[in-house]
Nanobody, 125 residues
């Protein structure tokens, strides 16, 4: 059974940092694209970042570029999201997802086949 388990969320003050982790089990995703999405209360799910098996990456909105960094450790079957200079508007549930794609960097939820349960990130002002 495939499982993606996120961790690392929590409450942080504006300007602080958090590092989210997503550990996959049940199969290896070292050859697959992995992504992070987030959903704030009352808002639609938003693409945050994605990373290919080779390490190539892409980011969603301009608001996270330069502040968030996605990375992966294929040996550990784990993907990370380093979030720096956090802002109150980053408050959301953050979800990890795995795609069947190897060479592309999917940016929509429909292109991902496996999802974690989410981890709450709350940034206070």
């Amino acid at each position: 059974q495939v499982q993606l388990v996120e961790s690392g969320g929590g409450l942080v003050q504006a300007g602080g940092s958090l590092r989210l982790s997503c550990a996959a089990s049940g199969r290896t995703f070292s050859n697959n694209a992995m992504g992070w999405f987030r959903q704030a209360p009352g808002k639609e799910r938003e693409f945050v970042a994605a990373i290919k098996w080779s390490g190539g990456s892409t980011y969603g909105t301009d608001s996270v570029k330069g502040r968030f960094t996605i990375s992966r450790d294929n040996a550990k079957n784990t993907v990370y999201l380093q979030m720096n200079s956090l802002k109150p508007e980053d408050t959301a549930i953050y979800y990890c997802a795995a795609s069947q794609s190897r060479y592309l960097l999917p940016r929509t939820g429909l292109d991902y086949d496996y999802w974690g349960q989410g981890t709450q990130v709350t940034v206070s002002s």
